[in-house]
T-cell receptor, first 113, second 111 residues
Framework: NAGVTQTPKFRILKIGQSMTLQCTQD?????MYWYRQDPGMGLKLIYY???????DKGEVPNGYNVSRSTTEDFPLRLELAAPSQTSVYFC????????????FGSGTRLTVV | RKEVEQDPGPFNVPEGATVAFNCTYS??????FFWYRQDCRKEPKLLMS???SGNEDGRFTAQLNRASQYISLLIRDSKLSDSATYLC????????????FGTGTRLTIIP
């Protein structure tokens, strides 16, 4: 049981480039989330999804897009990367009916130069 | 006001001591509560859920005070391996949708 898998683990982007951060879970969780965490700061919610075909904005959605075509996958797209998007990105998932909180992926460290 | 507030610390505690963290939440409708642990450069991991009646897991005890809207975590007989950042978490419903994370309290256990 792999849990939540994120790829890549590290990436350096140039300003203006685009990329997709991949996230997949094999726990049949309904909910999935994308967070960013800047050094010494808390987690900020970018986007979340309560099920396939449904996505919604979190507190810091600008510059990002998501899709949820399957229960398992929740990719995060960065368009026109900016230095302000340098951060660690965590994907997480949870089950709607089980009070066990979130399971996080191991994160993607992104640097935009 | 932040939805979930924690003292950022750092707390530097000698090995074997007892340490306690508090956290306050602003949304009185919050239904689910957790403590997460995050090691340096790692993902947050669930430490324990927090139940209304309080709960214990080995050396860790969590308490919830709904009237005052605060959550506490007590660590007894602290170990070097307890060094980490502890995140307080509150959710608006039982189903874990959109949990709100505190910024964390950093704990260092000193030999």
């Amino acid at each position: 049981n792999a849990g939540v898998t994120q790829t890549p683990k590290f990436r350096i982007l140039k300003i203006g480039q685009s990329m997709t951060l991949q996230c997949t879970q094999d726990m049949n969780h309904n909910y999935m989330y994308w967070y960013r965490q800047d050094p010494g700061m808390g987690l900020k919610l970018i986007y979340y999804s309560v099920g396939a075909g449904i996505t919604d904005k979190g507190e810091v959605p600008n510059g990002y897009n998501v899709s949820r075509s399957t229960t398992e996958d929740f990719p995060l797209r960065l368009e026109l990367a900016a230095p302000s998007q340098t951060s660690v990105y965590f994907c997480a998932s949870s089950h709607r009916d089980k009070p066990y909180g979130y399971t996080f992926g191991s994160g993607t460290r992104l640097t935009v130069v | 006001r932040k939805e979930v507030e924690q003292d950022p610390g750092p707390f530097n505690v000698p090995e074997g001591a007892t340490v306690a963290f508090n956290c306050t939440y602003s949304n009185s409708a919050s239904q689910s509560f957790f403590w997460y642990r995050q090691d340096c450069r790692k993902e947050p991991k669930l430490l324990m859920s927090v139940y209304s009646s309080g709960n214990e897991d080995g050396r860790f005890t969590a308490q919830l005070n709904r009237a005052s809207q605060y959550i506490s975590l007590l660590i007894r007989d602290s170990k070097l391996s307890d060094s980490a950042t502890y995140l307080c978490v509150a959710g608006r419903n039982f189903g874990n949708e959109k949990l709100t994370f505190g910024t964390g309290t950093r704990l260092t256990i000193i030999p």
